[in-house]
């Protein structure tokens, strides 16, 4: 079952283990990116929150790069004590639109009815065959609060906070993880560290 | 009102010879345009705007207070206020942490402050296509054990084993 946790009042205390320290080499960012190259090119959908490095990066890749930042508009509808269920209306795009869409970390920050919701959205908004990537944190990494993950060269990632952000955390376990996405089926999975996963989805 | 930021000296300047300003327009924030606007200088908006925008060698700013909904032809777009509109530039379009934009942008390049409130469709000049590979295939049950990768943390590895 998903705890809630707010992660906003966790100073880190491990210099070492400072986001700006923490990189890792994403071996589902070069499969996506290598799925995406297989075929003409597409059109991904990024769900923020917004990075600059991210959408250069992805917008020279693919022939449209959407960018929907719904970290932002999750921080603003909690701030103001709106039903979260308002957010989903912003991805209104019309079915079978994309290749590829980039969840980052956002289920950590949902619960798990609004998971589900996502996950249909994402799943009508995704062409079939299309690629979902979803980062799982674990309390270790989540404890940072919110960061956005900067793809570099060679899939190359590195955590940067994102101070305006202060989303709560659900921890969960992979096995719910991997339910709550249905019916996206799981096309790899990668640990980066104890409780830190990559996942790669795909739509039938 | 309309200013300029660079006034010309009209005294000394021939009438008959078009002088050569490089200022810049600012629409200020008591202004509203509903419209097409064309120019061939920079222009600073911080009032509202709807219709069109074309500076086409120049650069457009929407400032902090500015509330633009308009198609964009510019060199260079920056974006602090409110913009929602399809943007067409030749150059850079910057995106400040201020920014609400809500829009396309077709540009040779972007660069976006963390914060920036955006829902954009973007394309900029592609990189060249790369050697395809292998499509993916779902795993199995059986294929489903998580490969490890070590996280390195400042250039250490932390893969224990």
New interface residues.
């Given amino acids: 079952m998903a705890t809630f946790a707010t992660s906003a009042d966790r100073p880190w205390k491990d210099p070492d283990l400072e986001p700006n320290a923490i990189e890792y080499n994403s071996n589902v960012l070069q499969l996506f990116m290598e799925g995406l190259d297989c075929q003409p090119p597409g059109q991904v959908l990024d769900l923020g929150p917004v990075c600059q490095e991210n959408i250069s990066f992805f917008a020279r890749r693919v022939k449209r790069l959407y960018v929907c930042d719904m970290f932002i508009r999750l921080e603003r509808c909690l701030g103001k004590g709106d039903s979260v269920g308002r957010i989903w209306q912003e991805l209104d795009y019309p079915p079978e639109s994309f290749d590829g869409i980039l969840l980052w970390e956002l289920a950590d920050r949902l619960d798990d009815k609004e998971v589900r919701t996502l996950v249909k959205l994402c799943h009508t908004i995704l062409k079939p065959g299309g690629m979902a990537v979803v980062l799982v944190l674990g309390e270790q990494i989540a404890r940072f609060g919110v960061n956005s993950f900067v793809v570099g060269q060679d899939f190359k990632v590195r955590l940067r906070p994102q101070p305006h952000l202060h989303l709560p955390i659900r921890s969960r376990q992979n096995r719910d993880v991997l339910a709550m996405m249905t019916p996206l089926n799981p096309a790899k999975s990668f640990i980066c560290r104890p409780g830190f996963m990559e996942f790669l989805f795909t739509r039938d | 009102m309309l200013k300029k930021n660079k006034k010309v000296n009209t005294d000394t300047a021939p009438s008959h010879v078009p002088a050569p300003v490089e200022g810049k327009t600012i629409i200020g924030e008591q202004i509203t345009i509903d419209g097409t606007i064309q120019g061939k200088e920079d222009l600073l908006i911080e009032g509202s705007v709807k219709g069109r925008i074309e500076v086409e060698a120049h650069r457009l700013t929407v400032g902090s207070r500015g509330q633009v909904e308009a198609e964009i032809q510019a060199a260079n777009v920056t974006i602090s206020g409110r913009l929602v509109g399809n943007i067409n530039a030749t150059g850079k379009v910057e995106i400040t ?1 201020e920014a609400d934009f809500n829009g396309e942008i077709k540009a040779k ?19 060249p ?11 199995d049950k059986s294929a ?1 054990e ?9 250039g ?1 590895s ?2 224990k084993s």
């Fill in positions: 942490k390049s972007i660069s976006v402050e963390d914060g920036a409130y955006l829902k954009a469709v973007i394309e900029l000049e592609r990189e296509g790369k050697k395809p590979v292998p499509a993916i295939k779902p795993e489903s998580p490969v490890k990768e070590p996280l390195i943390l400042a250490k932390t893969g």
